[in-house]
């Protein structure tokens, strides 16, 4: 199968004729692309002259080394599969993992170092395996929209709710600059509370907070004591189709100020989020938990443990050094410079 190079106005074309994941949209993924100093890149495997199946990866350039990565700040590349509805099963999956197979030995070709992070419902990555790409096992939450989720929520998810309308807090709905302020404030508590630091440099990190309150298909729910923000989530949708509705939403960043924390009010966010996304669509996707402390948070929400898969491949150890160890020394040596040299 031949691969090709698209075109955003192609890529377009093609993701908007057909039920395409909120990853897919190039509002969202060329910035955010940009933002990493990488390059958009759309990738279609063709099979008789029709797109059998495409992904859009980023692609980076370091100390002489060509990466192809999902983006750090996406849970998940964009894959989309076309195969004829009218296709037997059997030749379905020969296809499958023809087209799969062939586009791990185009990522050998073109990279020395490949990181992509499939979405769950790509269970067989076979053909990765069998070319020596390592494989990483992965997991989030879903919780299905349908008929409500207050009641399969956990006691400790009740107890923060109960706590959030003692004390009186209230959701809302936040566009524009009342978005990137409230989602600047929360998730800066966050990270300052966990240790951690964003996954981007400071600037380009509020860029992208600022993308997300302008983006298509976003919201961000806030989570408000008087005019105090105590907690936020911005949410991605599937587009919808000319069928129906998109398939999912998906949590993008999640933020609590110090103040929230003790009055449930990133319990009454995710509800707020579920509430929002229960009429545009089927199922709402926790998009990763694999910290611990994470991960038995969103237990309490009651959804369904979902694995799903990473695959890596380094052409040599200097190609993996490059990708992974060279970063995290930078990040820690741009520490000790004053601020005006950074």
Known sequence: ????????????????????????????FEPTCR???????????????????CVSLARKKRLGQTLLLTPAIAPYSAWIENFPDDLAP??????RLEAMGEFAAWCEQHAAYCRIVLPPQVVDVRPFLWRGWRTEVRYTYKIPLEHGVHQIFRQNVRRNLRDAREANLRTE????EHAHGALRETVAATFRRQGEA???????????LALLSVCNNVATMG??????????????FDPPTATGAGQSAYELIAGTTDEGIPVGASAMALCSA????????GEFDFAGANMETIAHYKRGFGGTLTPYLAVEWSRSRRASFVAKTAPAWKRKFRTLLPKGSR
């Open 35 to 53: 933002l990493m100093n990488a390059e958009p890149m759309y990738l279609v495997l063709m099979s008789r002259s029709n797109p059998a199946f």
């Open 1 to 28: 199968m031949p691969i090709e190079l698209w075109d955003r106005a192609q890529w377009q074309e093609f993701s908007a004729a057909r039920p395409s994941p909120f990853f897919a949209q190039t509002q969202w």
């Open 90 to 95: 059997e030749r379905r999956e020969a296809r």
């Open 274 to 281: 579920f509430e929002f996304a229960s009429g545009k669509v």
């Open 173 to 176: 709905c936040l566009t524009g």
């Open 198 to 208: 964003p996954p981007l440099p400071a600037q380009a990190w509020d860029d992208y």
């Open 223 to 236: 989570v408000f004591r008087g005019d105090a923000v105590l907690a936020t989530i911005a949410i991605g």
